[in-house]
């Protein structure tokens, strides 16, 4: 499995992005697909899910409205940032548990496939 990021950019604030993340080498399409960020000198934590089972979706509560996670027919996971902020500044990653739902998926360790991540710098 191959996970490879992209949409990373530096950006004025109030502006939007979207991050791409390809996937290769997943057979299935009931697989949990969340995006992680992390900013220097803190902790992975998670973005947006989406379980490809059911197109059901989640959002952390510091994002809530601003972002949108989707995907075309598993082969791309994108992430939609609206209104960004300096806050926003951090690394984004997808990642991938195969077979699995999200729900209790929390934690960066349930997750066996990363990709290299992506750079956003708001100013």
């Known amino acids: 499995v191959q996970l490879v990021e992209s949409g990373g950019d530096s950006v004025q604030a109030g502006k939007s992005l979207r991050h791409s993340c390809k996937v290769s080498?997943?057979?299935?399409?009931?697989?949990?697909f969340k995006w992680f960020r992390q900013a220097p000198g803190k902790v992975r934590e998670a973005v947006a899910a989406?379980?490809?089972?059911?197109?059901?979706t989640t959002y952390a509560e510091f994002v809530e409205g601003r972002a949108t996670i989707s995907s075309d027919n598993a082969k791309k996971v994108y992430l939609q940032m609206i209104d960004l902020e300096p806050e926003d500044t951090v690394k984004y990653y997808c990642?991938?548990?195969?077979?699995?739902?999200?729900?209790?998926?929390?934690?960066?360790?349930?997750?066996?496939?990363w990709g290299q991540g992506t750079q956003v710098t708001v100013s």
């Open positions: 080498g997943l057979s299935g399409h009931i697989d949990c």
């Open positions: 990642a991938v548990r195969p077979m699995a739902r999200c729900e209790g998926l929390d934690r960066p360790f349930w997750f066996t496939y």
């Open positions: 989406l379980y490809t089972g059911d197109g059901s």
